[in-house]
């Protein structure tokens, strides 16, 4: 299950909350599920690990996909990639991190 892996953080008792869904539009209702926001006008903090590697004298590829389902005018997803020492339980907008990207609307 998702949420074995993935840890929201409670930093903030106002988070939004994540589902499990292939949301609107999709080709296939099982195969096309992901982790979709469920609050409108919400901040959101999730996290997973990964075990440990190295890309010395390689390239790094981070990829990810969004599907925006709502008609908004202001907002964003973003992508961070945090220290193996990240309190996931407590991460936050300030939380220090290696590498960002995303996008805002």
């Known amino acids: 299950a998702w949420t074995q892996r993935w840890v929201e ?3 903030k008792s106002d988070y939004g909350r994540f589902i499990l869904t ?3 539009f999709y080709g296939d209702a099982e195969k096309d599920k992901g982790i979709q926001t469920s609050q409108d ?3 959101y903090a999730i996290s997973s690990r990964f075990e440990p590697f190295s890309n ?3 390239p790094l590829v981070v990829q990810f996909s ?3 389902e709502q008609n908004i005018d202001c907002g ?3 992508v961070k990639l ?3 020492s ?3 339980e407590d991460m936050h907008g300030d939380s220090e991190y290696n590498i960002m990207f995303g996008e805002s609307l």
């Open 9 to 11: 953080s409670k930093h």
């Open 22 to 24: 292939s949301g609107k």
């Open 41 to 43: 006008a919400r901040f």
């Open 56 to 58: 010395r004298d390689k």
């Open 66 to 68: 969004v599907k925006h």
């Open 76 to 78: 964003g997803g973003y």
């Open 82 to 84: 945090f220290p193996s």
């Open 86 to 88: 990240l309190n996931q």
